[in-house]
């Protein structure tokens, strides 16, 4: 790092953590003041409620949302729109001049559609200037996880890969914050450290599910990527980030995840 440049990492917010928000915002608006943040997004739990209102069921395979034409319209509304500004105006109030956008915006994101999951996109890099651009302005920018495929179609990207993605592009820690104390084992004690054998082994066992599927890979490919350290973490409380970046010392509820030997 540059002499007197701030540390970069990128920051995931998903789980419930997006509706109760207030507290791990506050801590997030501590980090801001001496780290270069960039935020992304999930909203899952929202759009599923949006979805449910309008007659639509949600639907994932291995913890990613399968999405057809109708649902991405409001995905990109409920994302890009309802999220996005809602996270923009808590930062604010806190004090922290917040900038929203989505993958979409500068190319932020280019993905590669995944044709089984409908209108959806596995990230396959990032063109991260807007971020330093961003950064540059002392602006902390927060993106939501939709972007163009190939053919210059929207899609609906898992947040944990899109922020995956730009930590690997920014060569940034990545911190993410979810709704349970880290990776949890069979006996649902919060395992303090993972590779990526054991990972795919638990994986394989069924004890990692759902959402942790695409959290836990999405950390492996950044790893491989060379992204120095990966923390899945608790991201309930004031000080979440704070304990997960080491910054402040707290009670041990995050994973660690490990670059390859
Ligand atoms: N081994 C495990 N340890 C911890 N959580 C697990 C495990 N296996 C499955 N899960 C589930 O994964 C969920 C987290 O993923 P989920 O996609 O729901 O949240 P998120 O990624 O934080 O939010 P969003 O998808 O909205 O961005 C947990 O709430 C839990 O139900
Ligand atoms: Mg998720």
């Known amino acids: 790092m540059p002499a007197g440049a701030r540390p970069l990492v990128v920051l995931k917010l998903g789980g419930e953590t997006l509706a109760e928000q207030h507290d791990t915002l506050a801590g997030v608006a501590d980090v801001a003041r001496t780290h270069d943040l960039v935020i992304v997004h999930g909203g899952g739990r929202r759009l599923t409620d949006w979805l449910a209102r309008l007659g639509v069921e949600s639907r994932f395979e291995s913890g990613r949302r399968v999405t057809d034409e109708a649902s991405l319209e409001v995905a990109l509304a ?45 990230v396959v890099s990032a063109r991260p200037e807007i971020i330093r651009v961003l950064h540059g302005a002392g602006l902390l920018p927060v993106v939501a996880p939709v972007a163009l495929d190939r053919d210059g179609a929207v899609c609906n990207v898992n947040a944990d890969e899109a922020a995956g993605g730009l930590a690997a592009a920014l060569t940034a820690r990545l911190v ?3 709704d349970t104390p880290g990776v949890l084992d069979r006996e649902g004690r919060t395992i303090a450290a993972l590779d990526e054998p054991a990972a795919e082994a638990l994986i394989g066992d069924g004890v990692i599910a759902g959402g942790m599927i695409p959290k836990v890979r999405g950390a492996l490919v950044a790893l491989q990527a060379g992204v120095p350290e990966v923390v899945i973490a608790d991201g309930r409380g004031r000080s979440a980030l704070g304990d997960a970046l080491g910054v402040v010392d707290g009670p041990a509820t995050a994973t660690r995840l490990t670059p390859p030997g």
């Open 176 to 178: 993410l914050l979810t």
């Open 78 to 122: 409920v994302l890009a729109g309802v999220v996005n500004a809602e996270l923009v105006v808590a930062l604010e109030r806190l004090g922290v001049r917040a900038v929203g956008l989505t993958g979409i915006d500068a190319g932020l994101l280019i993905t590669e559609r995944v044709v089984e999951l409908g209108r959806v996109g596995r």
